[in-house]
């Protein structure tokens, strides 16, 4: 066998774990990169440690630290609650606001399942008090925090971003944002239509959902104007987003307006693990023409005007059981230029966006984490087991949705 071959392997055996095994698989990632990379393709361990991304890294670990502490110190919680009075007892109106609050908040940089974890409790909740079906709720909320997942503010649009940059695609954050912003919204509003959404704006206004709500305090104020401030010097200065956090949060911890400690250890370190080990591996795929090797067997299967739609589906499908930011982007992004190549034509970003459209549409499933706090958030009296299903039934049927809505529209 080849590297290149040998490379693939690895990269296909590390996707199956993260399907089937609960360990890390940033972890395997790195441990099946130094094998391949040592035993097979001739390098040594710090030629294989140079695909570690290290400004991936700092850039996720600045983010995700600044928004653990406003999530902690109740600056987050502070906006969700308030949102819910906006409503004014409109209750059809209550899910859409919760879809695009969702939306919002992933956008500004916690990322979805952040905000999914913020969100979900308090809209089962709303939803049971108001009796909104739970399937409904669930549909808008998760798709509300998937639809901003891909700002280039967010820890899932930092990694995007980065690989499409890797692979010649830079220059499209704010589309690629747009393109999945699009997809969501389209499913959650057919979704809203179909599930009872139309006879929820028709009922007549009822008293506001009471929901327990202090002042902001000045520590409040302050996370909210730091995080303004953060967003200005990104956008406006170029100030690098994970530098910008990083000083940010250190205001907010010499300020006592937040705890460091309990920030660090409530950020998703298993993710950064997880998306840091798979680059190690997928630049060994790069150095060995294994990302060829695979852009080659995917153009089997697709034609140039096809492959936005197959992409979707095959992105989609993986998603459905593995970690869609963590190893399912960082391994078929990468493929795309090559793809294009084989095929002989198409648009690469439209390719690239159709990979990122269809791994998260399906992300409102049980089998994800957004779908399971959906589920685990739901209020006393709704069936679970039945939501479970439903909800199965929804994630897994938008491997063909997320196709179909590729195939139409990013062509």
């Not at 998260?360 to 049980?366: F, K």
């Not at 009296?381 to 049927?397: C, E, I, N, P």
Request: proline letters at 4%; glycine letters at 10%; a neutral charge.
């Amino acid at each position: 066998m080849t590297p290149a071959s040998i490379s693939l392997l690895a990269l296909f055996v590390a996707i199956l774990l993260s399907c089937l095994a609960r360990v890390n698989i940033g972890i395997v990632a790195l441990l099946l990169a130094w094998i391949v990379g040592t035993a097979f393709a001739g390098m040594t361990l710090a030629q294989v440690a140079a695909g570690f991304p290290v400004e991936l890294f700092l850039t996720m670990v600045g983010v995700t630290l600044l928004f653990s502490q406003a999530k902690l110190n109740g600056t987050l919680d502070h906006v969700a609650r308030r949102s819910v009075r906006l409503c004014r007892g409109r209750i059809g109106l209550i899910p859409v606001m919760f879809f695009f609050l969702g939306a919002a908040l992933a956008s500004l940089g916690p990322g979805n399942i952040a905000v999914a974890a913020l969100l979900a409790p308090i809209a089962m909740s709303v939803a049971g008090e108001m009796a909104i079906p739970a399937f409904l709720m669930a549909i808008m909320v998760g798709n509300g925090a998937n639809a901003g997942s891909l700002s280039p503010f967010a820890p899932t649009g930092i990694i995007v971003n980065s690989i499409m940059e890797r692979i010649g695609l830079g220059g499209h954050e704010w589309t690629t944002w747009w393109f999945n912003v699009a997809g969501h919204a389209t499913a959650a509003f057919a979704g809203y239509a179909v599930l009872g959404g139309a006879g929820l704006l028709r009922q007549p206004r009822s008293a506001a959902v009471e929901t327990a709500d202090s002042e902001l305090a000045w520590r409040h104020w302050l996370t909210l104007a730091s995080i303004a401030g953060m967003l200005a010097a990104v956008a406006f200065a170029r100030v690098p987003i994970g530098m910008a956090a990083i000083a940010v949060a250190l205001v907010l911890v010499l300020s006592q307006a937040a705890d460091d400690g309990a920030a660090i250890a409530e950020m998703p370190w298993s993710t950064i693990v997880m998306v840091c080990g798979m680059t190690v591996l997928i630049s060994i795929l790069e150095r060995t023409a294994g990302i060829d090797l695979l852009a080659s067997l995917m153009a089997r299967v697709s034609t140039p005007s096809t492959a936005t739609g197959v992409c979707a589906f095959i992105t989609g499908l993986i998603s459905a059981y593995s970690s869609t930011s963590g190893v399912v982007l960082p391994a078929f992004l990468p493929v795309v230029p090559g793809l294009v190549r084989e095929l002989g034509g198409g648009d690469p970003f439209l390719v690239a966006s159709s990979m990122n459209v269809g791994g998260h549409l399906v992300d409102v499933s049980p089998l994800s984490t957004i779908g399971a706090l959906c589920i685990a958030s739901a209020a006393s009296g709704v069936d679970t087991r039945k939501l479970f299903h439903q909800m199965l039934a929804w994630g897994m049927s938008m491997t063909v949705i997320g196709a179909a809505f590729c195939w139409l529209f990013l062509r």
